[in-house]
């Protein structure tokens, strides 16, 4: 499987309103509930005004369109992380998953997947 590491420093935060976020940005992921509205976006993207935010990921991608029918690919991956104590903060879209991690543990993600067969560009 092929992982693509994403080329920006990206920001984990929770904001006030939809309307504090640039939605023209070119990369950002928003989940919103009843109880939050939270962002991941690029750290210069990042809303002046957040409730609380936690900058200092890195992230990568799976490449290509995950089927809906493919099971555990996430865990896989978060498991093997998680037994060499790196935390992760996940995210998915309609095609595939995105994987964040801290900046500093992240050339250690990406050195622990390779060992595991993943190829990395």
Do not use: H
Request: with cysteine; glycine share 6%; aromatic share 10%.
């Amino acid at each position: 499987m092929e992982l693509k590491r994403l080329s920006d420093e990206l920001t984990v935060c929770k904001v006030k309103s939809m309307n504090d976020i640039n939605l023209d940005a070119e990369f950002f992921f928003i989940g919103k509930t009843d109880e939050e509205i939270s962002l991941v976006c690029k750290t210069e993207d990042t809303p002046v005004d957040t409730i609380e935010r936690e900058d200092g990921w890195n992230g990568f991608r799976i490449q290509g369109v995950l089927d809906f029918s493919l099971i555990g690919i996430l865990s896989k991956l978060s498991t093997i992380l998680a037994e060499n104590e790196i935390g992760i903060f996940a995210v998915s879209t309609y095609n595939t998953d995105y994987i964040l991690v801290k900046s500093e543990n992240f050339e250690k993600a990406m050195n622990v997947l390779k060992g595991q067969g993943y190829l990395v560009v």
